[in-house]
Structures are given as C-alpha cells and as structure tokens.
Nanobody, 114 residues
Framework: QVQLVESGGGLVQAGGSLRLACTVS????????MGWYRQAPGKQRELVAT???????NYADSVKGRFTISRDNAKNTVYLQMNSLKPEDTAVYYC????????WGQGTQVTVSS
C-alpha cells in the first residue's frame, strides 16, 4: 500500500521560511512524478510545484522565485522549500505522487501571518 506523509507545516510570519517534506512508503519514489498542491479555505486545490522522475521542475507563477521543489530518492522524500512567505500562501499543502496510480497525502497546514 502506497502512503505519502507530509510534515513541516506550521505558523510563520510573512517573509519567513518553511520546508515541507513528503515521505513515500510502499513504493520507490524514484519511479514517481511528485508534486505539491495547496488548497486555501473556499478555494479549489491548485498546483504549487512538480518534479519529474528526471528532476525536471515546474512551478505556479505565484511561487516562482520563492519556492523550490527537490527530491532525495535515497530517502524516498520530496521537499518544498518555501521562502519569502506571504499571507496568501496560507493553505493546506498536499503531496502527490504518480506512477501508474495517483496518490495523495493527508495534507499539512501552512499559516502565514501578516
């Protein structure tokens, strides 16, 4: 059974940083395309960043230059480094992994105070 577990969320002031981690169990993450999505209250879930098996990355325009997605296949973990956080980054952040299936974590709350 494939499981994705996020960690690293919390409360931070505007301009601060957080690093989220997503650890995969039940399958090697090296065979998966991974991504981070977020959902703010009253809004639809949206893409934040993705990273392919070959470590090619893609970012939402709203986070380009501030967020960095990376992967450590030896640790079966994907990271999202978030810098220069803004109140509008407040959301539940979800990890996603895809191979021949589509898998989601339970989410971790990120709150940015102004």
């Amino acid at each position: 059974q494939v499981q994705l577990v996020e960690s690293g969320g919390g409360l931070v002031q505007a301009g601060g940083s957080l690093r989220l981690a997503c650890t995969v169990s039940g399958r090697s993450a090296s065979f998966m395309s991974m991504g981070w999505y977020r959902q703010a209250p009253g809004k639809q879930r949206e893409l934040v960043a993705t990273i392919t098996r070959m470590a090619s990355t893609n970012y939402a325009d709203s986070v380009k230059g501030r967020f960095t997605i990376s992967r450590d296949n030896a640790k079966n973990t994907v990271y999202l480094q978030m810098n220069s956080l803004k109140p509008e980054d407040t959301a539940v952040y979800y990890c996603n992994g895809r191979d021949w299936g589509d898998y989601w974590g339970q989410g971790t709350q990120v709150t940015v105070s102004s």
